[in-house]
């Protein structure tokens, strides 16, 4: 079945960066976009990038343009998010997330990992 | 951008009884070359990621107990569970993707609890 897990997250100080990974499994990354959503304590869910199904792609919410960057490498089946210039409001569990459609061009989030925390402070 | 609210904030009911949750979108999210819907539910617990619930608006997932229901067009949508069980405390999302793939965006979250 379907298993996402996240890794990479921790304690950050403002201007710091970090990597998180999502290591997939139970399908291919080759054949569904993917996706991070972060959600900061208490709080609701927010969109932040997503890549395309064949990678050609990707996608920011304006508040993270220039500083994130979505990729994926197909030979480890692992999608990943560089954050840099990180800032307080960036203090979140991040989730990735699987497509729902295979080859689609972005839809609904059909699974999801358990997440990791980014704590952006000094 | 497509701004998703969601109505209550929060609802208390009780076991066995019905709970409806709103969700308007500023702009039509029903696609007409297709006649679909851009429109998503999800369940999230305490302590726990998102489950998807619903897609294309009424469509169900494999798995999701059938008392669990969506419906609606264009820009206001219903989810409903028909017969409140202990296990359906949660917050509620929806979540709008007509707008795929420039952004996604989500209501502002619906806790639901018992009465």
């Known amino acids: 079945q379907v298993q996402l897990v996240e890794s990479g997250g921790g304690l950050v100080q403002p201007g710091g960066s970090l990597r998180l990974s999502c290591a997939a499994s139970?399908?291919?990354?080759?054949?569904?976009?993917m996706h991070w959503v972060r959600q900061a304590p208490g709080k609701g869910l927010e969109w932040v990038a997503s890549?395309?199904?064949?990678?050609?792609?990707?996608y920011y919410r304006d508040s993270v343009k220039g500083r994130f960057t979505i990729s994926r490498d197909i030979s480890m089946n692992t999608l990943s998010l560089q954050m840099n210039s990180l800032r307080g409001d960036d203090t979140a569990i991040y989730y990735c997330?699987?497509?729902?459609?295979?080859?689609?061009?972005?839809?609904?989030?059909?699974?999801w990992g358990q997440g990791t925390l980014v704590t952006v402070s000094s | 951008d497509i701004v998703m609210t969601q109505s209550p904030d929060s609802l208390a009911v009780s076991l066995g009884e019905r709970a409806t949750i709103n969700c308007k979108s500023s702009?039509?999210?029903?696609?007409?070359?297709?006649?679909?819907?851009?429109l998503a539910w999800y369940q999230q617990k305490p302590g726990q990621p998102p489950k998807l619930l619903i897609s294309?608006?009424?469509t169900r997932e494999s798995g999701v107990p059938d008392r669990f229901s969506g419906s609606g067009s264009g820009t206001d949508f219903t989810l409903t569970i028909s017969s409140l069980q202990a296990e359906d405390v949660a917050v509620y999302y929806c979540?709008?993707?007509?707008?795929?793939?420039?952004?996604?965006?989500f209501g502002q979250g619906t806790k639901l609890a018992i009465k």
């Open positions: 997330a699987k497509d729902g459609i295979y080859h689609g061009s972005g839809s609904f989030f059909s699974s």
């Open positions: 139970g399908f291919t990354l080759s054949g569904f976009g």
């Open positions: 890549i395309y199904y064949d990678g050609t792609k990707e």
């Open positions: 702009q039509s999210v029903l696609y007409s070359s297709n006649n679909r819907n851009y």
């Open positions: 294309w608006a009424s």
């Open positions: 979540q709008q993707y007509y707008s795929t793939p420039l952004g996604f965006t």
